[in-house]
């Protein structure tokens, strides 16, 4: 996964996102609105087939987006590792 900073300020950060679709897109966006701190999180994907998502994350003053979306990867990471465990024993 690669990404290509758009934009980069105290409460707005914008990001093209490389080799990446709706499936994840849509599980940050709403791991994102899980912050009480994020005021806006959302994505547009141009054209499915040949467009990369561009991705803007607005926050409260209280919290960078840089760190929201940290916070954010950080939460999927956990809960990745989690489904896993279950679907291991699941077997």
Do not use: Q
Request: hydrophobic letters at 35%.
């Amino acid at each position: 996964m690669e990404l290509e900073v758009r934009e980069d300020k105290k409460s707005r950060f914008e990001f093209k996102l490389f080799g990446e679709d709706h499936t994840f897109c849509n599980a940050l966006r709403d791991e994102l609105w899980n912050d009480k701190e994020v005021t806006i999180a959302a994505y547009n994907i141009k054209h499915p087939l040949i467009s990369e998502p561009i991705f803007v994350v607005e926050t409260t003053s209280k919290k960078e987006p840089r760190k929201a979306l940290k916070d954010a990867l950080k939460r999927l990471d956990k809960k990745n590792e989690e489904f896993l465990k279950e679907f291991s024993k699941a077997k």
